[in-house]
């Protein structure tokens, strides 16, 4: 593997419950090559949220440790963007496009230097036509579109996405994944990919891996070896690609997982 970004060794996480402390994680570990994708699975309850929350430096594990890029983690980290499933209040309705996506840049950078930073990451999701409209006159793909290009004007090594597609249609979300994928290639981000879809993980993925149980832990993890570029045809009608999704329902089966 490339080097590491991110590196988890053990991670727990217990938080405080009505019931008494609940354990969320239970020895979570793995490690993000650069410019590498990778995908976590899980159904509802398994803790994907609260892993990206600790990757994001949101929230503290309870053990283990997890480093980045090599040093411990004490919080936020310069260099790590989070993108939500929530693309409508993420954004700022009464901002302009471009005004939202220089939210993360703007107390550092000004004038042609922020107008440049922020052309340049519209561009690269394809919506430098609509710098100047508002995110409530765009549809929920081109929102989400929005609300990347904010993450990556801020030029991040890791992009953390927790089910970012998961509200959109069919089509729009094949689109976005494919959009995702040209990301990477154009800019070299690693990125962390939460979602409960199989076919997302397997299709995005460099590696996917598979967060079951409650608490939750990494149950199985494998190398997604599909040649690039990917097609939304013609990758899906793979045998190698029906046999990994094949492999990941038998195994969230197998855990008491839905899939």
């Known amino acids: 593997m490339a080097e590491a970004v991110f590196d988890l060794q053990g991670v727990e996480l217990v938080l405080p419950a009505a019931d008494g402390p609940r354990r969320i994680l239970s020895n979570v ?3 993000l090559g650069a410019g590498e994708i990778l995908t976590i699975v899980g159904a509802s309850g ?3 949220t609260s892993l990206l929350r600790i990757l994001a430096g949101l929230a503290t594990p309870t053990g283990g440790t997890v480093r ?3 040093q411990a983690m004490d919080g936020p980290q310069d260099g790590v963007a989070i993108v939500f499933q929530d693309y409508g209040n993420a954004l700022l309705q009464w901002r302009s496009v471009a005004r939202n996506v220089a939210l993360g840049v703007e107390r550092e950078l000004r004038g042609e230097a922020l107008a440049a930073r922020v052309t340049e990451a519209l561009r690269l999701v394809g919506l430098e036509r609509n710098a100047n409209d508002y995110p409530w006159q765009l549809s929920g793909g081109m929102q989400q579109r929005v609300q990347i290009a904010r993450a990556v004007a801020m030029r991040p090594a890791v ?3 927790d089910e970012p597609f998961g509200a959109l249609d069919a089509m729009t979300k094949a689109t976005q994944q494919d959009e995702l994928l040209h990301l990477r ?3 070299g981000v690693s990125v962390v990919f939460i979602t409960h879809d199989i076919e997302e993980a397997v299709y995005l993925g460099d590696r996917v891996a598979l967060l079951s149980g409650s608490p939750g832990s990494i149950t199985l993890s494998f190398d997604v070896d599909l040649p690039f570029p990917r097609d939304q045809v013609a990758t899906r009608e793979l045998p190698r690609f029906v046999a990994l999704r ?3 329902h038998a195994a969230i089966r ?3 997982g839905h899939g």
Do not use: E
């Open 68 to 70: 980045f890029r090599g």
């Open 254 to 256: 197998a855990t008491g």
């Open 29 to 31: 570990g793995f490690s």
């Open 159 to 161: 992009l953390l996405m």
């Open 185 to 187: 290639q154009a800019t």
């Open 246 to 248: 094949h492999d990941m």
């Open 46 to 48: 398994t803790g994907k």
